[in-house]
């Protein structure tokens, strides 16, 4: 059942039938391939978002496809009611890529987050000796961790929060980039399990952490035994030209908690990686899904590894980011509308010149998406450039062009 619509069909098919919990950017697209992806009416742009970073490997690689489709053609899913022939492989293959001793297979990056803060309560409780209810997980100001009743509780964006609690207990919201926040916190508080942090918080607009605060961070997790949490959703699997973004500062997580690319973006697949002092705490019936660790995940997400490591995604991340910043940079020193342009890897944001309130910014996406390239704000005034890790340097220059000739649409 083939059945063309044109893109204002598409749009209007969603507006009427499904809820409206998005705000997408109107661009209805139809094929994907690599850095690019072609609208109904057939229009290529490149992709400066990739799914949220979940697309790093570039759209349908074909080692991801050809994985994907010969498991679905063998065995789909189990449950873990009993073994499958592919988990173990991936498990393998996972735990050894990012050196621990085990892994716990989820879907969504929501779903391993709640997994990691499961996790690190048990830890807490059976492990570190905590009084039972009484462990508290510290977080950061704006952060972004997934959708989940109990993610949502210490979230401190009113959007994402308002009018749907009561809210989960045991979360101390601190200020991100702020050591001595922490510091303080681990001091005064006996009942501190763990800290959950992005190495860079993406959502809130790609904030980049002074050099030295994971470290330190993890330094003093240590001294208080206190589990260092990484989520790194979106900035894992080479986006900011490291395989982690932790590993810019050799920290070696507690928890890791993986997703989003960890597929390539072919199918939900995520994943809290820990080692057996930790992850022993979890047996049989205290924790699961259906759908996790199943066998089309499991093929997807070995092969999705394994292209992030044969085509050097990372170090390719890695060069075209500091092309990309220098580059902008260069168009910054005098431009009135954009400030700003910071990350790590292929993981960056520009600072438009507006207020957060203003439109400025959805129009410049509006404008670069009518120029053949497309990105989304994340907040207000802030755009990510988020492009597969696939590109070239050709590739990279014409869209750097084009960013800047659609930027100066706007100087006043
Ligand atoms: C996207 C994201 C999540 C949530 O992942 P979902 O698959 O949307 O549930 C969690 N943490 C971070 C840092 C993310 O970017």
Request: aromatic residues 8%.
């Amino acid at each position: 059942m083939s059945q063309k619509i044109t893109s204002q069909q598409a749009i209007d098919l969603e507006e009427k039938h499904g809820a409206h919990n998005y705000h997408p950017l109107p661009v209805v697209l139809t094929k994907g391939e690599g850095v690019y992806v072609w609208d109904v009416e057939g229009k290529r742009y490149y992709d400066f978002l990739s799914a949220y970073s979940a697309v790093n490997q570039g759209h349908c690689h074909p080692k991801i496809v050809k994985a994907m489709t010969q498991q679905a053609e063998t065995l789909t899913l189990t449950s873990r009611a009993f073994y499958n022939d592919k988990l173990g492989l991936y498990e393998e293959k996972i735990t050894t890529l990012f050196g621990f001793d085990k892994v716990l297979p989820m879907n969504s990056g929501a779903e391993a987050v709640e997994t990691a803060l499961k996790l690190c309560r048990k830890w807490a409780y059976e492990k570190k000796g905590i009084t039972e209810n009484q462990a508290q997980i510290i977080v950061c100001e704006n952060n972004f961790h997934g959708r989940t009743t109990t993610i949502i509780s210490f979230s401190n964006d009113a959007e994402a929060r308002k009018n749907y609690g009561p809210y989960t207990d045991g979360f101390i919201q601190i200020e991100y980039d702020n050591i001595d926040a922490l510091r303080a916190i681990l001091e005064s508080n006996k009942n501190i399990a763990g800290f959950l942090v992005e190495p860079i918080q993406g959502e809130a607009g790609v904030y980049v952490p002074s050099t030295g605060y994971l470290a330190e961070a993890k330094l003093l997790c240590e001294q208080h035994n206190v589990l260092f949490i990484a989520d790194e959703v979106q900035t894992g699997i080479a986006r900011t030209g490291k395989m982690l973004a932790v590993d810019h500062e050799n920290v070696k997580p507690d928890i890791l908690v993986l997703g989003k690319a960890l597929s390539g973006g072919a199918y939900p697949v995520s994943a809290v990686l820990a080692n057996d002092a930790i992850m022993e705490v979890i047996k049989p019936g205290q924790h699961g899904s259906t759908f996790g660790g199943n066998p089309i995940a499991a093929a997807v997400a070995i092969a999705a590894l394994e292209v992030v490591e044969d085509e050097k995604l990372a170090e390719n991340a890695e060069r075209l980011g500091q092309l990309f910043r220098s580059k902008l940079n260069e168009y910054i020193e005098n431009s009135s509308i954009c400030n700003l342009v910071r990350g790590k890897g292929l993981l960056n944001a520009i600072l438009i010149n507006d207020s957060e309130e203003s439109e400025t910014a959805w129009n410049i996406c509006l404008a670069l998406r009518d120029n053949g390239l497309l990105a989304k704000p994340t907040h207000g005034n802030i755009i990510r450039f988020a492009p597969p890790l696939v590109m070239n340097e050709e590739q990279l220059l014409d869209c750097v062009r084009i960013i800047i000739e659609t930027l100066k649409q706007f100087e006043k």
